[in-house]
């Protein structure tokens, strides 16, 4: 008995070797999940278009929301992806060697553009007489040039642990045989009571029906041994598909790769399967902490402590129902 325990693991927290079968698919195929290296992203959305044009999923909105070149906000039943634009007053540093160029006035540079041979370009119009002096940066007008973006597709992390899967009543949500997590629409009642579930805040309800909605990680396209849409479509291969180990180990080089080049920053988030969720099945490396990106910097599966939870309302039924009798017993008769 402890054996397979050890095998398949805990049932609501902690490290999950096996999560298919544990789900009740003995001759499953290896987990496969998303590794999204944000070191890559440049923020072209295309994520976002091909997850709604494969799903057939609402637009949800095409007004800018004043947070840089961001239209959704976040993750919601109309958002399956959402990428996030991030401005900060902070030089680039050195994704690559020599990226920073330190010694280099770039404005200087674009000024002279098309006035010598070493700078071939359109030669300008003569600038109007109250023009701005070229020196100053449109960015920074007291001349400082520090800023950088970072960008990141976010969608469902597919827990080891899904605490929204744990809460369901109706069944609605389900452990694939991928190791993915899917919803049902057609067997959701809308009850909600996965939303405050996900410690990521991914799932949302559509207000037409209540039913919610949130990623499949393409289950359709999986079954036919296609990959999702998304990485299908990432032109950077920011967005990464496939076996999860296989994506783990790929990921630790990279952030090798990085720390090597200067980029001291970089650290994955949502790979270890000590984590609060077991290890997520769709995993990140950043650029800066967690919580500049939107997302919690310590996780944890909302049903973790269910166990303890009943154990201590069990003691406290069996307390009152000792006192009611002790009460009984000692009244005159």
């Known amino acids: 008995m402890r054996d397979a325990d050890d095998r398949h693991g805990n049932a609501l927290y902690g490290p999950q070797p096996d999560v298919s079968g544990a789900s009740g698919y003995p001759d499953a195929p290896p987990r496969v999940g998303f590794f999204t ?46 990428v996030a634009f991030v401005e900060q007053r902070k030089p680039l540093g050195g994704q690559e060697p020599g990226v920073a160029h330190d010694d280099v006035d770039v404005f200087a540079a674009a000024s002279r553009l098309g006035t010598d041979a070493s700078s071939p370009g359109p030669v300008p119009a003569p600038a109007p007489a ?31 642990h899904a605490a929204c899967l744990d809460v369901c ?12 997590v899917v919803v049902q629409e057609d067997v959701c009642n809308g009850c909600g009571y996965c939303v405050p579930a996900c ?12 039913r919610v909605w949130k990623c499949t990680l393409c289950y359709d396209r999986l079954g ?11 032109p950077t291969e920011s967005i990464q598909f496939g076996p999860l180990e296989e994506l783990r180990e790929r990921a ?19 790979d270890s399967p000590d984590d609060g969720v077991g290890g997520a099945g769709a995993f990140f490396l950043l650029l800066d902490e967690p919580e500049v990106y939107g997302l919690p910097p ?5 049903t973790r402590d269910l166990p303890g939870m009943w154990r201590h309302a069990a003691v406290a039924a069996v307390s009152l129902a000792a006192l009611a009798l002790g009460s009984f017993a000692r009244r005159p008769r």
Request: net charge negative; proline share 7%.
């Open 169 to 180: 009543p109706t069944g609605a949500l389900f452990r694939t045989e991928f190791g993915t």
């Open 37 to 82: 290296d944000t070191s890559v992203c440049i923020g072209c959305k295309a994520c976002e278009v091909a997850c709604k044009e494969w799903n057939a999923i609402p637009e949800d909105g095409l007004e800018l929301t004043g947070m840089s070149y961001d239209n959704t906000r976040g993750l919601g039943a109309d958002t399956w992806r959402h």
């Open 252 to 270: 630790r080089g990279r952030v090798a790769q990085l720390h090597a080049a200067g980029v001291t920053d970089a650290r994955l988030y949502g």
């Open 130 to 160: 109250q023009a701005p002096d070229p020196r100053i940066s449109p960015v920074s007008p007291d001349g400082r040039t520090e800023l950088r973006w970072l960008m990141s597709s976010d969608v469902c992390k597919h827990c080891t």
């Open 224 to 234: 036919a041994g296609m990959e999702p849409a998304c990485a299908k479509s990432c």
């Open 298 to 302: 310590d996780p944890v599966v909302t």
């Open 199 to 210: 410690p990521y805040g991914v799932i949302d309800q559509r207000e037409e029906d209540g």
